[in-house]
């Protein structure tokens, strides 16, 4: 009777052993190839994205590279089942300088495309992407708060998001790389993009040259699809009773534009 009863206990322990194992593997495929969930740390991607922000990506939009893989194994290199990417996608992608760190920023130009901004306003081709002004926009940048305008800025494709703007001119006499209202002609190499924050005045992107600049196309993770949670930090951690109130309820599983 013991020895029954130990054998049964034995089987239960290797079919739950079993079933974590099984949902640790599919956990991994489909973080893998379908969907993977991030979180918004910055204010870089403001108005569209605020930090708090939590979304899933899609790993299939682009194809797969390495970083499509949990530490991104150098197994190949490019893109397998490859789809290019569109202008005005939201996409996170792995940081040029370490292949490591995870960025999240718009598409705005493709190979090919010469990319300028010029009084604070941004050039494709020597194009103007025309922006139309939707009043002010308040912000708290680390406890800061600040009013800034907000526009809605349409892509050559016709893709249509809004943006923030302190200033079209130099930023208060920061010491830069680029003055980032007023950059040189930057033409996108053969397999990379150029993606710039939505939040202009406060974003490390394709401008800086020094920092993130052109982003391989390899390095694409996925596109940013929609949110599923969003919480604000209005109140301290340990008001528990204020936690609901923190949810912004307005913002879940909506789409990524």
Known sequence: MAAAKAHRTQNVWVENIKTIVYAGLIAVVVRTVAFEPF?????????TLLVGDYLFVSKYSYGYSRFSMPFAPNLFSGRI???PPKRGDVAVFKYPRDNSTDYIKRIVGLPGDRVQVRQGQLYINGQ???RQS???YETNDGGIRKVVRRYTESLPN???HDILKETDGLEGGRRLDVDPNNTPEYTVPA??????GDNRDNSADSRYMNGVG??????LVGRAEF????????YPWWQFWQWPFEIRWSRLLSAVR
């Open 39 to 47: 979180n918004i740390p910055s204010g870089s991607m403001i108005p």
């Open 81 to 83: 089942f490859e789809s």
């Open 128 to 130: 103007v992407a025309p």
């Open 134 to 136: 939707q009043g002010n």
């Open 158 to 160: 016709g893709s249509k």
């Open 191 to 196: 397999g990379h993009v150029f993606a710039m």
């Open 214 to 219: 052109f982003v391989p196309i390899e390095n």
């Open 227 to 234: 949110l599923f949670f969003s919480v604000g930090d209005k």
